[in-house]
């Protein structure tokens, strides 16, 4: 079975460029995060998806930052204009529905390295 | 609020020695507990979790963690490290009141030498 995936690996930016990350979740999974790491501190939940709706999204550092899930597969996550804080690793994961006495474990990706010059 | 502290940035440790990796949490209801580690170049993985019943969790290659509710506290332990364990660990919570998110720690990396 394939892991989460995410498109590019790296990406390297100038100040008020605009970069989209892409997220393939592990098929059937219904859930999908996006988590970031800014160097040397906490990963931080960004945002919940259920399908193709949003579930939570009370991480999203402010409106530069637009992700979508078109259909329920694949999510892409944009940041325009990019900003000298917004680098850092940007995190995806996906998971199973839990049901009401059980939290299913969520899988990640690999991540993508965003620098912004 | 939710919080997570691993209060060690670096744990060295002997192959062969037990290994313990710390992590408290502060949460306002019942907890979900997990660990996850990062091997270069990769992305988490999932080794462990606690959700309810027995405080004593076991997990992938070896490693278990204990729940300790008065302690808050869910540290990760293995009984003989390998020097394939060196890697970066992270404890994460969950309310299972509120939402999905996961809360995670600031990482703690395990140098474990032949």
């Known amino acids: 079975e394939a892991g989460v995936t995410q498109f590019p690996s790296h990406s390297v930016i100038e100040k008020g460029q605009t970069v989209t990350l892409r997220c393939d979740p592990i098929?059937?999974?219904?859930?999908l995060y996006w988590y970031r790491r800014v160097m040397g501190k906490e990963i931080k939940f960004l945002l919940h998806?259920?399908?193709?709706?949003?579930?939570?999204e009370s991480g999203m550092p402010n409106n530069r930052f637009l992700a979508e899930r078109t259909g329920g597969t694949y999510s892409t996550l944009k940041v325009q204009p990019a900003e000298l804080e917004d680098s850092g690793v940007y995190f995806c994961?996906?998971?199973?529905?839990?049901?009401?006495?059980?939290?299913?474990?969520?899988?990640f990706g690999p991540g993508t390295r965003l620098t912004v010059l | 609020a939710q919080s997570v502290a691993q209060p060690e940035d670096q744990v060295n440790v002997a192959e062969g020695n037990p290994l313990t990796v710390k992590c408290t949490y502060s949460v306002s209801g019942n907890p979900y507990l997990f660990w996850y580690v990062q091997y270069p170049n990769r992305g988490l993985q999932f080794l462990l979790k606690?959700?309810?019943?027995?405080?004593l969790v076991k997990g992938s290659y070896g490693f278990e963690a204990e729940f300790n509710k008065s302690q808050t506290s869910f540290h990760l332990k293995k009984p003989s490290a390998l020097v394939s364990d060196s890697a970066l660990y992270f404890c994460?919570?969950?309310?299972?009141?509120?939402?999905?998110?996961?809360?995670f720690g600031k990482g703690t990396s395990l140098l474990v030498t032949p």
């Open positions: 098929s059937g999974h219904d859930n």
């Open positions: 998806f259920v399908k193709e709706s949003k579930q939570d």
């Open positions: 994460a919570v969950r309310d299972r009141n509120s939402g999905y998110a996961l809360n």
């Open positions: 606690y959700i309810t019943g027995d405080n």
């Open positions: 994961a996906s998971s199973t529905r839990s049901s009401g006495r059980t939290s299913n474990e969520q899988f």
